[in-house]
């Protein structure tokens, strides 16, 4: 009786054993086909959410944006999923908003290569400009995906700064600060406007030349501009001034193709028009252009390197820089300040590149002028706070700065 108990039991044990193996075996086959199919659905969601980005912009798989995917360099790669662009921390508006913040496009306040710049009153209370990437446009999109990305990443005083996008009804949109004062091409070649000081013309000197240190030393990767011209440089209330327009930016030292020359005629280097290679010193030779544009009040595009090459030829040693200046000042000028203002502009825009100034080197002289203009009004070991001011700026930015390129 007992051995056929324990048998029975046996015949049992096994049976239970072989059930539970079975669902344990048929249960393990039903997870690990679950996890594919769900693996298998997410890569599916992925692609379906960049198409869904695409399509939100409403561009085909041949559209431009889509080409201008293709040709992308590996930096802007990572614009290419959408949530990079909100994960950039950039608001994204829709079209409608835009079109009512700008009363359906009626506010039009400037025109570029770009396309039409439009005032928009945001109904949060803010005013932006907002830049309209032209159908026709000789940027293109490439331009304006790079503008978001880089313009996502850099923040400075002395920059205009993006405040959102729209990538919709097929069109493309970048939202600036407004900067109530315009460019200071309009100040300097307007007709209808005040003559500026010659305090406030090197005030937005070392403004400029502090935003263009940020680009090539602060930002990490640093950033070379491409277009530094007065119409890029946007003076806010308090006539702060700012460089605009990243558009044309790249990395340092992008070898371009040899079609492709990029920039402004009047403010190009021509060491970069022979190499076609675009350094932190092609800037810097834009910005010595835009110093002798603030010292003269004439436009680089009409002759201003020619006139001041004839200048330097008269003088005999000693460079006759105040026959050049300005005559809306009326001789309201310090003399030394010219001479030192001119002095460092004329050898921005050396001929040969490596005998240029760094962006560093041309904020300590600028900086170092205004301090001696300061320290000259006060009495001695009076400082103002403004000369103080300075050179905490100058010690904070060399604290700052993590990349030292001279
Ligand atoms: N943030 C802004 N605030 C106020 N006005 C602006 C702003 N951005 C641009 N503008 C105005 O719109 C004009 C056109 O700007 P845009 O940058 O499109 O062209 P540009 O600088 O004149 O030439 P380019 O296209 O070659 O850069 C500027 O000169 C300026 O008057
Ligand atoms: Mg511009």
Known sequence: MEAVAIAWGMLIGSVIGFTLA???GIGALVCFRLRTKLRTGTHMSA???????????????????SSEWRNMPVWLEALKKNTVVSACGIPKYSYGDITKATCNFSTAIGQGAFGPVYKAQMSTGDTYAVKVLAANSSHGQHEFLAEVLLLARLHHNNLVNLMGYTAEMGQLMLLYNYMSNGSLASHLHGDDQEPLSWDLRVAIALDVARGLEYL???AVPSVVHRDIKSSNILLDRSMKAKVADFGLSRHDKIKSRSSDIRGTFGYLDPEYVVTRTFTKKCDVYSFGVLLFELITGRNPQQG????????????????????????????????????EVADLAYKCVDDVSRKRPSMRDIVQILSGILITRHSAKKPKNA???AAEESCIEIDLLEKQDPLIER
């Not at 960049?50 to 041949?62: F, K, M, R, T």
């Not at 005559?327 to 309201?332: M, V």
């Open 383 to 385: 400082p103002t706070a």
């Open 47 to 65: 692609s379906q959410r960049i198409a869904a980005a695409e399509s939100d912009s409403n561009l085909g798989q041949d559209s431009p944006r």
């Open 216 to 218: 090539h030393f602060g």
């Open 304 to 339: 201003l390197m020619e006139y001041v090459e004839l200048a330097t030829m008269d003088a005999a040693d000693k460079l006759g820089w105040e026959e050049i200046v300005d005559l809306r000042l009326n001789g309201e000028f310090d003399v030394q300040e010219l001479a």
């Open 22 to 24: 079975v669902t344990v």
